[in-house]
């Protein structure tokens, strides 16, 4: 537009970028922002005899940790380890497939590990997935990672959702160094699934 | 018509944008309907169509917060076809639909056009096509980086973990140099031949030069190449992709010795790498089920399935351009070219330009502005 703009004219508006109202419509944009919170998973205080499910995410070391938290947990607190699974692509949504294979044959989910910029996002996004779907889950993410899983959490509508942390870094960690961070993790994964969620 | 603009309001106007944290730290230009209107003028595609989504974010894009997004990034409106098949291109590219704009190595699109529209908008493909200096070299890679940040809404230290990024993320495009290449233009060789305008584009992990003005022999400038690409940094995985955007200089010596691209691209492939006690001295020598490399507990004398036998490890997947891209452009002055690091792979498909590219309103013409 080549006409110049007087002082006393009413200025146009200053569009936004970031596509929440189109423009044009004056409408939302197709794909919305605020997916309703569900429900997160009513917990069960005593975990005996209940069936635990594994995700994994291909990270280093994710395997092992989960691996060893497993044993843990059928050795002190009496669950079962059913499912074991390995996501495909990290960085992206566990699939429905995967959330309904463990939603039957699962009481639990624990998922591992969040250590990079995407996959620390999505598998809070995970977690919050399985809570939806009835499953407590416990999401375990490196301390480094804090504040991008914590932006997920609000993105899927469930500020403040709880994780495990672990100590930066995970994936350089010995065999012997991970079976130490899984005893470290326990109390906070059997909080997270036995506990009142907050 | 210099009397009637108004640098107070124009001030205030960007203060603006960054307060609603829409910047990538330079000023931004504020978009208004009739700007935007321009934009959307030079394409055919309806302005709700989406053209890119990331669902594990459940945020998506629009041609038209495309057009705002370019247009704040300083683009003139005839640079938006450009800018959307750029899109296209990266879109192509699997890391781009998975956590590549938030992950830990902060990749940066590099961006290559072809055809008449380099003229066209002005872009440049000659001396300094990674620096800065140019308006459409400029805008049409930022504008990228703001669709990321603000229709994505991937913002470093929140979305963005990226460790340290690298220079240049949002500033790498150029046009082929096609004048001063001696082989067929980059967007032929992946799937659009003809000359017609097109884009290609994958993400990288950084750019290193190779200055060799010291040999007319070919084999001793891949030699030079291969030693740079080869570097064990870059292993994360059994393979590492690159890609090398030659100067003339260099092209021209390797097409006068015969070498056509894909030939380039086959000694490329034959030389590059590192033997295994190179590979165990940095704790790298492992490779495991997963494809991740890792230090192993022995003292690295065992072979590693794959390998060739005598511990050479290759650093490329293959002769595929997909796994190591070719380009020719800068100047014809110096024998300087660059090794690009790719994030992953490349789709090894170009994306033709479409729309209206040339100007509908006077541009300062770039002989002008000199």
Redesign the interface.
């Known amino acids: 537009?080549?006409t110049?703009?007087?002082?006393t004219r009413e200025?146009?508006?200053?569009?936004?970028?970031?596509?929440r109202t189109?423009?044009?419509?004056g409408a939302p944009?197709?794909?919305?922002?605020d997916?309703p919170a569900g429900q997160l998973a009513p917990r069960r205080p005593d975990l005996t005899g209940l069936r635990v499910g594994l995700l994994e995410n291909?990270k280093?070391n994710a395997a092992l940790l989960l691996d060893e938290i497993g044993a843990l947990l059928e050795a002190e607190h009496g669950v079962r380890v059913t499912r074991r699974a390995t996501k495909q692509?990290?960085?992206?949504?566990v699939s429905d497939e995967v959330v309904t294979e463990f939603a039957g044959d699962c009481d639990l989910v624990i998922t591992a590990v969040g250590d990079?910029?995407?996959?620390?996002?999505?598998a809070v996004?995970d977690g919050i997935r399985f809570e939806q779907a009835g499953l407590p889950a416990a999401v375990i993410c490196s301390e480094a990672?804090v504040?991008?899983a914590d932006?997920?959490a609000e993105?899927?509508g469930a500020p403040g959702y709880r994780y495990a942390r672990t100590a930066h870094p995970v994936a350089v960690l010995s065999p012997q160094q991970v079976a130490e961070r899984a005893k470290h993790l326990l109390p906070d994964v059997v909080g997270l699934l036995a506990g009142e969620r907050a | 018509m210099t009397e009637l603009l108004d640098p107070d309001a124009a001030q205030a106007a960007i203060e603006h944008c960054y307060a609603q944290g829409w910047s990538d730290g330079l000023p931004l230009v504020p978009v208004s309907l009739p700007l935007l209107e321009q934009f959307l003028a030079t394409t055919d595609r309806p302005a709700d169509e989406v053209i890119g989504r990331l669902p594990q974010l459940d945020r998506s894009v629009t041609l038209e917060t495309a057009a705002i997004n370019a247009a704040m990034a300083g683009c003139r409106p005839e640079y938006f076809p450009v800018v959307l098949a750029a899109w296209d291109a990266l879109m192509l590219e699997r890391a781009t639909g998975g956590g590549g704009w938030q992950s830990t190595s902060g990749p940066a699109p590099l961006i290559i056009v072809n055809g008449p529209v380099r003229d066209e908008i002005g872009l440049n493909s000659t001396g300094g096509v990674f620096g800065p200096g140019f308006r459409p070299n400029a805008t049409i890679a930022r504008a990228i980086g703001l669709i990321v940040r603000n229709a994505f809404g991937i913002h470093p230290h929140v979305l963005e973990q990226a460790t340290q990024g690298l220079p240049g993320r949002w500033q790498i495009c150029f046009g082929e140099n096609e004048a001063d290449s001696p082989w067929e233009p980059l967007a032929a060789e992946a799937g659009l031949p003809g000359g017609g305008s097109a884009v290609s584009a994958t993400l990288l992990r950084t750019c290193e030069f190779v200055d060799n003005r010291h040999t007319s022999s070919a084999e001793q400038l891949l030699a030079d190449f291969a030693d740079t690409i080869s570097r064990t940094g870059v292993l994360i995985f059994r393979h590492a992709s690159a890609g090398v955007v030659f100067a003339p200089d260099h092209a021209q010596l390797l097409a006068d010795a015969g070498f056509s691209r894909a030939d380039v691209r086959a000694w490329l492939y034959e030389h590059c790498g590192r033997s295994l006690a190179d590979l165990h001295r940095v704790g790298k020598d492992g490779i495991g089920d997963n494809g991740v490399r890792f230090a192993r507990e022995d003292d690295g004398a065992l072979p590693v399935p794959g390998d060739d036998g005598d511990g050479f490890q290759r650093t490329l997947p293959d002769g595929d351009p997909r796994h190591l891209l070719i380009a020719v452009a800068g100047a014809r002055n110096a024998g300087i070219s660059m090794v690009v690091r790719m994030f992953a792979d490349w789709s090894g498909r170009a994306v033709p330009v479409v729309g209206r590219t040339a100007p509908t309103t006077p541009a300062q013409p770039l002989e002008a502005a000199r």
């Not at chain 1, 944009?29 to 922002?33: E, I, K, S, V």
């Open positions: 537009m080549t110049p703009t007087l002082p200025p146009n508006a200053i569009l936004d970028p970031t596509g189109s423009v044009l419509a944009a197709p794909a919305g922002t997916r291909t280093h692509v990290f960085a992206m949504p990079c910029g995407s996959c620390s996002a999505s996004a990672f504040a991008t932006a997920m993105l899927r």
